[in-house]
């Protein structure tokens, strides 16, 4: 926080410079109206690019990709985004615990990053619209948690759905319908009992089901 | 039900002869108002019975508790009331099967069984009058899923309170945001991998996390 820069850095803004801000929020606007028009399983980058009057490759360079592209438009932070997907990655005698962890940590954590996770589940459940957009990225996301060789895998992506609709569950209790007794249960006492769980889900595609 | 109560008993009103339905759907106008003003919590079948201008001696008689005056006014049928705290009872290695058939029977079923729940649930989380009543009167129907020892025993009630989340969780999944993985599972193969995972939260409570 030196006070020399104060003066140099930041440009002015309000007569608009087409400056590299100006264009993410343009890229943002675009995508916003685009996924509410087309849906996101309809939206390519290269429409949005086109809305908004960039390139393509500049889309990819703020955004990485639509998925990370839809998440801003919903204000959702990058690290809600990756880290239940990072945490299918790891042992598999403890991935129930790592995904438990890592789903409490973003939904039930700071308000950055659960607020808007909250709001996106909300329009999910009350409008027609929200709904086929989130349903259509959390079916990407469900996906993309599972390792390349998994992705395909029928089963494993039923699994993995699962985990997160059973996740997504304790939060409906917990900060949305707000039922006493999961409002006032301790954060440990809640990993402890769901944990396993969700081990016991993720161990079954190794299991018995298919082998027999 | 003696014919000859009819004259003596409830006045008229309106027009209409006071037959039986007059009053139940009296009552159900009533306990709609009241629920709504004061909670689910803060309501009592005296108050409502002195609102609906009954005795609450009939109140009880048509519904039986304010748990079930509460679901009636939501249209949620007594089976789906029962159903689910039924499971609970019975042979305890099998209650994780039980519980989850036994939820997604009325969850997942017959529309007149699951969409007044649907409706329940989505009013509770996109109203906060709603989440209140909802939450204090699921909170109720958790406690009585339990056997009558284990109502006070804080484990249990957390217990049957995450389960309950899970499977709610499984709804919002395949009936409300509708992610395609989980719309699409078939029944059984979804009641094989959720009851071990609502068997094992439920194995917890005659485990180790207390007896340490």
Redesign the interface.
């Known amino acids: 926080m030196s006070m020399g820069a104060e003066t140099a850095a930041p440009r002015r803004r309000q007569g608009r410079r087409p400056g590299s801000n100006d264009n993410r929020q343009l890229v943002l606007d675009a995508a916003r109206a685009r996924f509410a028009t087309d849906g996101y399983a309809g939206s390519t980058i290269r429409k949005i690019a086109t809305d908004a009057g960039v390139d393509a490759s500049l889309v990819m360079q703020f955004f990485g990709s639509k998925q990370e592209l839809f998440a801003a438009v919903l204000s959702i932070t990058p690290a809600s985004l990756t880290r239940f997907s990072d945490a299918f990655d790891g042992p598999h005698d403890t991935v129930g615990e790592r995904v438990t962890r890592a789903f409490l940590a973003v939904w039930d954590g700071d308000p950055q990053d659960s607020e808007p996770l909250l709001a996106m ?2 329009a ?3 409008n027609e619209q929200a ?2 957009q ?3 990225f ?2 990407s996301r ?1 996906t993309d948690a599972l390792a390349p060789q998994l992705r395909d895998d029928e089963d494993a ?6 985990v ?7 939060i ?3 900060r ?7 409002v006032d ?1 301790d954060h440990e ?2 990993v ?3 944990a ?3 081990q ?2 993720l161990d ?1 595609r190794r299991g018995d ?1 298919k082998n027999s």
């Not at 997160?164 to 304790?170: E, P, T």
């Not at 949305?176 to 999961?182: K, N």
């Open positions: 589940l909300r999910a459940i009350s709904t086929t989130v349903s259509d959390i079916q469900i992506t039923i699994h993995a759905g699962l997160a609709s059973m996740l997504v569950g304790v409906v209790g917990r949305m319908v707000r039922v006493g007794t999961m249960a006492t809640l402890g009992l769901i396993p769980a969700i016991t889900i079954a089901s």
